[in-house]
């Protein structure tokens, strides 16, 4: 990352957000004042929302997040046999703990998430 004029920035995020973007510009000699601004929390309905799989072919995450909060939530059986999407390498991580069958995004984008789902 080459400075220019800029040497602070804000970086509003979630509670979760790892450093991986603070660190290369503070690396950078860009200070980076990190704000939590917001809380990822489960949502209550989840577990409902959850029970019945049959309709679906393909699970696609978006996070880590995502991941750990729906995953309690899948049957043992639903891990071996349904297909997993993730939207990039940090959440398919997170699923390959759990699932067995899980592909990923080549670019964090709609289409290339289309492509990876298409191609399962």
């Not at 800029?6 to 957000?17: D, G, M, N, Y």
Request: hydrophobic share 35%; aromatic share 6%; proline share 4%.
């Amino acid at each position: 990352i080459k400075q220019k004029s800029c040497s602070r920035v804000i970086f509003p995020a979630s509670t979760l957000a790892k450093d991986n973007l603070q660190k290369p510009l503070e690396s950078a000699g860009i200070k980076v004042e990190r704000i939590n601004c917001y809380e990822t929390s489960e949502n209550t309905e989840l577990q409902k929302l959850m029970t019945n799989l049959d309709r679906y072919q393909v699970l696609v995450f978006f996070s880590p997040s995502g991941v750990d909060s729906a995953i309690k939530y899948i049957s043992k059986e639903d891990l071996k046999t349904k297909k997993y999407v993730s939207i990039g390498e940090t959440t398919k991580k997170a699923l390959g703990k759990y699932a067995e069958n899980v592909a990923c995004a080549k670019k964090p984008n709609p289409e290339s998430l289309a492509q990876a789902i298409k191609e399962l």
